[in-house]
């Protein structure tokens, strides 16, 4: 008996585990180390119209349990990740998630819209959320009105189901998630970084060449706890959830916050086995629990 | 490219702030060449969170010994300088591309040259040369006495200077005072050392066969997370771009912005 497997709308998933966007490239390093069918899902690094170079370097820097960083949505431009990386990914046994960026409303309909044709493209997972980049990103995702109308745009042309992918850089995140819904999201996906900064002291600057840049890894997870149980009892969307896991216990404890999958970020590049590590283990996290499958645990803290 | 716990043979301050370990493992070491580097894991929770790359000194197959040497400036290798021998150590690695021995022919001469944390590669590079036949002569620069390291083991292998930015050690002055003022020649230079250092070097030898090998600050270490790119020389697009983690850390003289 799989007690693992989980479908989500666009996404039949083997177990509920995926790489996050922008952890784990479009996957050809992860796959030299072992097989991407074993994952449930590959959330892809975001795509742009055109190609990125991304920010100036230093774009990472450390934090106590963490880390920040400012790549800038680097990444080779829709047409190239179309033909390229997705065509490349079609030899693995796994749903893909597009996530789609972009600085324009025309720029997120366009990538969204030829991306969401791709064989292998499951969902597209909306990313409103991005810190980093000076023009859309994050300002898409902090304005209920603004993100509602990019989602229902989105909608319109996507041939997949669409997963918005929310920013915890917001006073209001319940809000948020109920404007995405309303919109016609199929799903969430949250949490994206954390605003933060860090200072050289020596240098009497920010160690990022870009000032500030966004906070992931353990640090972040109560955040994201905390904004998964709120969002998770006024929705009734489905939710990805992410910010810090790096075991089957914080799998568990997403779950039981109120998500039906979860993303592994930080933690590839700390072990960049996290990801099969951690669908071997959750059998015997579930053994302990005396759970039979997963997906009894949903929203388990509340329900 | 794998990860393996590596036990501690030992650990030793040769200079100030400045640590050599030799790490034991029966696979990495097997993988491992001149010039790449290694992943290391220093705490075993979460703080810090990611890896330290550091580069590999000197590789000994037969004893299956990995030996790093590195500056416990920030946090992290601070927490490595305190580990002692017997424990153990994660490893991922080895990583990157390293120096090719085979760009110099065998009699003809290599000037390897190394600015302070970055000497330790061109350790294992210098006992590959030499092994193939190349006349090694090395230019190591430091800040000043208390950072020498070194010195005795590349003399062993051929020529070799030193200078300190305060000149109370050796010859007083850069790395490329030292090549001008005693003339010396070559038929080709391999290179570590802070950005500035290999900028002196392009600039100084444009025409020369060389090989620089950089540093950046790292995320994953094996291409996927695009913290350490530079951009691509004579790319009037800027948007060519290589990785120094996985594309480097070694590039030729001129294929990449410094």
């Known amino acids: ?303 | 490219m794998i990860v393996e716990n590596m036990e501690i043979i030992s650990q030793r301050n040769i200079a100030s702030k400045v640590y050599e370990l030799v790490l034991k493992g029966p696979e990495l070491v097997h993988l491992a060449s001149q010039g790449q580097f290694l992943h290391l894991k220093v705490s075993e929770g979460t703080d810090p969170l990611l890896r330290r790359p550091i580069s590999i000194a000197q590789i000994n197959q037969e004893k299956d010994e990995l030996t790093v040497i590195y500056r416990a400036e920030g946090k992290g290798t601070s927490m490595l300088a305190l580990k002692q021998a017997g424990e153990e150590v994660s490893v991922l690695g080895p990583l990157g591309n390293g120096f090719s021995i085979k760009e110099t022919k065998p009699g003809n001469v290599a000037i390897l040259v190394g600015g302070g944390i970055g000497v330790p590669p061109l350790y294992e590079l210098s006992l590959q040369l030499v092994k193939v036949g190349v006349k090694v002569v090395h230019v190591l620069g430091f800040a000043g006495n208390d950072d020498v390291f070194y010195e005795e083991k590349f003399t062993e292998l051929g020529e070799t200077y030193v200078a300190t930015m305060d000149g109370t050690y050796g010859d007083k002055g850069t790395v490329i005072d030292v090549i001008e003022e005693k003339g010396l020649t070559f038929d080709t230079i391999y290179a570590c050392g802070p950005t500035p250092m290999l900028k002196a070097i392009e600039n100084s030898f444009p025409e020369k066969k060389g090989f620089l090998s950089l540093e950046e600050r790292m995320g994953c270490g094996i291409g996927a997370c695009f913290a350490c790119v530079c951009n691509v020389k004579n790319d009037p697009t800027k948007t060519a771009y290589k990785k120094i983690c996985t594309d480097g850390p070694v590039f030729a003289i001129g294929e990449v912005e410094l």
């Open chain 1, 1 to 303: 008996m799989n007690r693992l497997n989980i479908e989500l709308p666009g996404l039949s998933m083997k177990n509920p585990v995926m790489p996050a966007s922008g952890c784990f490239g479009f996957g050809q390093e992860y796959a030299k180390l072992y097989d991407l069918s074993r994952l449930g899902a590959i959330a892809i690094k975001a795509t742009t119209v055109e190609t990125r170079f991304g920010n100036p370097t230093p774009r990472v820097a450390e934090t106590s349990s963490g880390m920040l960083n400012a790549i800038g949505l680097q990444n080779p431009g829709l047409e190239k990740v179309i033909a390229n990386e997705l065509v490349w990914l079609e030899k693995y046994d796994v749903p893909i998630i597009a996530n789609v960026a972009g600085s324009k409303v025309e720029d997120y309909i366009l990538v969204a819209e030829q991306i969401s044709k791709a064989k292998n493209v499951h969902a597209l997972e909306l990313n409103i959320s991005c810190p980093n980049v000076k023009e859309g990103g994050m300002a898409f995702g902090t304005n209920p009105e603004v993100a509602s109308e990019l989602t229902k745009l989105v909608k319109q042309v996507s041939d997949v189901p669409v997963y918005v992918k929310l920013s915890p850089n917001v006073t209001d995140i319940v809000e948020m998630a109920i404007a995405c819904e309303e919109a016609g999201a199929d799903g969430l996906s949250m949490i994206n970084t954390l605003l933060g900064m860090r200072i050289d002291i020596k240098k009497r600057q920010p160690i990022l060449a870009n000032g500030f840049g966004g906070l992931s890894g353990p640090a972040v997870k109560p955040v994201a706890i905390r904004m998964i149980h709120q969002v998770s009892q006024a929705v009734s969307i489905p939710i990805i959830g992410m910010g810090g896991i790096s075991t089957a216990e914080d799998v568990i404890e997403f779950f039981l916050a109120g998500a039906s999958a979860v993303a592994v970020g930080t933690a590839n590049f700390v072990d960049p086995f996290v990801c099969p590590n951690i669908i071997d283990d959750l059998p015997r996290v579930l053994d302990e629990l005396k759970v039979d499958h997963i997906s009894e645990l949903i929203g388990g803290s509340w329900k």
